[in-house]
């Protein structure tokens, strides 16, 4: 098999076969892992793309590149930053009925409408964090990324990624009791109290 490097430096020459077999390559699974980020395949579909597109640019500017996969999926990684970002993304995601996978499947209108409406206040309290706790705790609670999984993404340290995810964690349960006009439901403070009894207390945080 032809290696990444080689692929590469041939689609920096100009090679369009070349530029087809990383597309076949790394299509599938780029889109499997945006796909899982964001529960959105439209949307991972762009942000791949996106993906290939700034790879062309990329080499055209530089030539070769020796570690093609981890650039792929730090670059889309930080593309699913940006749309967590947005205001778009804030709004489609408040817009939905999705909840979490462990609650009542057919819930009662009334807590379909609490839990959605817990779904925006969580949205919007987590945009209040330090940016890097945005990013540990959206990748922890919304997507189910493990620890060590975004240690290596965010290129940290565990153990600091399991500071900011405590910290944001305790941060977001205190917004949260503060609001006034949302009280904070059931299944937010179970969720916010699973991920705290995982994240150690001692040692390596602050």
């Not at 981890?70 to 817009?95: I, M, T």
């Not at 959206?138 to 565990?158: N, S, V, Y």
Request: negative net charge; aromatic residues 6%.
């Amino acid at each position: 098999m032809i290696s990444d490097s080689l692929l590469a430096e041939r689609m920096a020459a100009g090679d369009q076969e070349a530029f087809e077999l990383l597309v076949t390559r790394y299509h599938g699974p780029l889109l499997s892992y945006v796909t899982s980020q964001l529960r959105d395949r439209g949307k991972a579909e762009d942000i791949v793309q996106e993906t290939f597109i700034r790879l062309i640019r990329h080499l055209k500017r530089h030539g070769g590149m020796e570690q093609l996969r981890p650039w792929l999926y730090k670059v889309a990684l930080n593309l699913c930053r940006d749309y967590w970002r947005s205001a778009s993304y804030r709004s489609e995601y408040a817009g939905t009925d999705t909840i979490p996978e462990d609650v009542d499947p057919a819930p009662r209108a009334e807590e379909l409408i609490e839990r959605q409406e817990a779904v925006e206040q969580l949205v919007e309290s987590i945009t209040q964090l330090p940016e890097v706790q945005q990013d540990v705790v959206r990748m922890r609670f919304f997507h189910d990324l493990k620890l060590q999984e975004i240690a290596e993404l965010l290129e940290l340290p565990l153990s600091s990624v399991k500071s900011h995810l405590y910290g944001g964690l305790r941060k977001l349960k205190r917004a949260l009791a503060r609001s006034a006009d949302h009280p904070v439901s059931d299944w937010e403070v179970q969720k916010i109290r699973k991920e705290e009894s995982e994240v150690p207390t001692h040692g390596t945080l602050h």
